[in-house]
């Protein structure tokens, strides 16, 4: 049996729900983490599931079933990174899971950073380094760590960088 990873789907607008439930009905291991918001209507207050990620779903496949995981209904692509499908980590996808069992009403945001921020370098050769921001590009970091004496520079995307 081939490895299979964690990937993310972008799906049609409020299609998040059914294309969950299209992919376990075709047998594949899928993920759709609900957010558990209150709702207030004219008369009641309602707890409702809604996606925490709008228009994503998590799949867990062989890299061979990524044309059936496309055919299906209200799957619009996967989401790619690099060129290529972008793999979620098991570790992540636990996370989410973890987080949401234990809040609600779980807002999401993106990662901010300003120049002069400390950051720690999670991935790669410069993994567990920390650094100063001297500049944000569109997707990319200019970072300087000061080891050894000396200034190393890397240009790092966003996402292998984490906020101290």
Known sequence: MQNRDWFAL??????????????????YESYCPLNKVKKQWSDRVKLVEEPLFKSYVFVK???????????????????????????IRESEIENIKKFLNEYEDVQI????????????????PLM??????????????????????????????KTKLKKL
């Open 10 to 27: 972008y799906t049609k607008p409020r299609w998040e729900k059914k294309v969950n439930t299209l992919l376990h009905q075709k047998g």
């Open 61 to 87: 496949i062989s890299p061979d079933d990524q044309s059936d995981i496309r055919a299906v209904n209200g799957v619009v692509n996967f989401v790619y990174w690099l060129g290529k499908p972008a793999v």
């Open 128 to 157: 567990d380094k920390t650094g100063t921001v001297k500049r944000i590009l569109k997707n990319r970091v200019e970072l300087v760590i000061e080891c050894l004496g000396y200034k190393l520079i890397a240009n790092l995307p």
């Open 109 to 124: 945001a993106p990662l901010s950073m300003e120049i002069g921020d400390e950051m720690l370098v999670t991935t790669g």
